[in-house]
């Protein structure tokens, strides 16, 4: 049978895993591990996790389960080896993948007894743990509002989004069209840098700056977008193309690759071939509605 509420299962010990399954250890939970690799858990026994000789076991020792695998398939991969076991248990499963691959996820946790709440956790494996961190949840409320505690042990912050399993996941994936292209933009500025014999910790405060200076720009569009307002009184897409093909040949003239400004020079280009121009490059927001 389970044992107290404060007691976890983490299955899946990637970085993310790790410091969850920690986070939750320094809260004095008593913690139940799993992983396909065992050896990954051997820092967290040593701190008195209990490594579970298989997954019947790891699901049989709690009733709330979290997950941190690559994706839903590595779910069924891991879960089907004990189908049974999965009654009576509150899998949250934070896996990043698509809405509906966790809409799908999560139909099956349910055809199979469980309770099923879908996750999208907005930190970094360092910061887990932190009250400043956020996790989107999407899934039975009622299931989210029993664990809540439990649940803001990983994140200090959640955000219950609904009772569709797929919401919480197109939260997530909606950070991730930024942070990984952001990042991209970062290693082409450290290369454009670097072919100039500067280093990234030179111009790493800089581009802090420059991070931390786009919440002024998402604020000012967002509600000229949901507005449809697209006019040209702050920027112009022709000044954008223009500037985009500057930093083309800027990478271009270090010997940098420069496939990645490229692709982001042909969205200004497709705008103004639209006849925008003259409007705020925000109207690439109705362009890519239309699809490529």
Known sequence: MPSSAQSVTVIG?????RAMAAA???RGYRVTLWNRTPSRADALVERGAILAGSVEQALAANELVILSLTDFDAMYAILGQA???????TVVNLSSDTPEKARAGARWVTERGGTHLTGGVLSPPPLIGTPEMSTFYSGPREAYDKHREA???ITGKSDHRGEDQGLAALMYQLNMFIFWPAMIAYWQAVAVAGAHGITAQEIAPYVTENFEGMGHFVDFYAARIDAGNHAGDVDRTSMGLASMDHVVHTASDAGVDAAFPTAVRD???RVVEA???ADSFSRAVE???KGA
């Open 267 to 269: 969205v200004f280009r």
């Open 24 to 26: 939750y250890l320094d």
């Open 13 to 17: 010990l990637g970085p993310m895993g």
């Open 151 to 153: 649940l803001e042990v």
């Open 287 to 289: 362009l890519m509605r």
């Open 275 to 277: 006849g925008h121009g």
């Open 83 to 89: 189908e049974a076991a999965l009654a009576g248990r």
